[in-house]
């Protein structure tokens, strides 16, 4: 059990993002952003991920239970002899893939920034409602008994987590941009009664490949965002 200074235990969770996806294909958007896979390049990905972690301990693998979550987590798993665990609490944000032309699609490139979010993204679900599902959960699995994990999830499901870590409201999800397969790591020491004491980010959107860390300019959401606007220009 690792122990922090003062006693406590401390839990470390390794919080990566899936690997390359495309919502796209035959000149549309796809029907279910749920259910897309890895593409050649996520499966490289995540091959990636699984070297760069070969000599950590990991009690437990969890993921989303979409796909691309267990996709990009199997090489771990299966190098450690160990099952998925799928939370499907800890699914990505959901949104309208059928967002009508009178909707602002730029709005979708800077996701949580305004109050009325639900309304505009097509009233799937509320950032709030989004945020109290992914937060609550990861409470829920910090209970259990483990002391290092890897969750394989969402950009941002990450991100949501990432302002729960800070103790900062959805609305500054922007602040986390999550590349594809990038790993964070999260320290969270426990009280005697199971109580969170205090929460530590160690490390924060490490790129699969340290060979190229140079961050791309447009984030993960206004890329998605850029791409159906042109797909509604053609």
Known sequence: MN???????????YLFRHGDVSYFGSGKVTDDPNMVNLTELGREQAKMIDENTKDINFDRILCSGLPRTEQTGFHMAKRRNLSMEAYPQLKEF???????REFDIKKLGFLFESESNEEEIGGLEGAQEFYDRVSSCLESIIKEEWSQIA???HGAVNAALLCWANDLEI???????????SMNILDIDINSDDSIKRKIIRRL???PDLSNIDADIATSWEKTANQIMKLRNT
């Not at 922090?4 to 401390?10: E, F, I, K, P, Y």
């Not at 609305?171 to 594809?180: I, V, Y």
Request: without cysteine; glycine residues 6%.
């Open 3 to 13: 122990k922090s200074l003062d006693g406590l235990q401390r839990k470390r969770i």
């Open 94 to 100: 959901q949104w309208d893939p059928k967002l009508g």
């Open 151 to 153: 969750i394989v999830l």
């Open 171 to 181: 609305r500054f999800a922007s602040k986390f941009e999550q590349d594809h397969a």
């Open 205 to 207: 959107n490490v790129p």
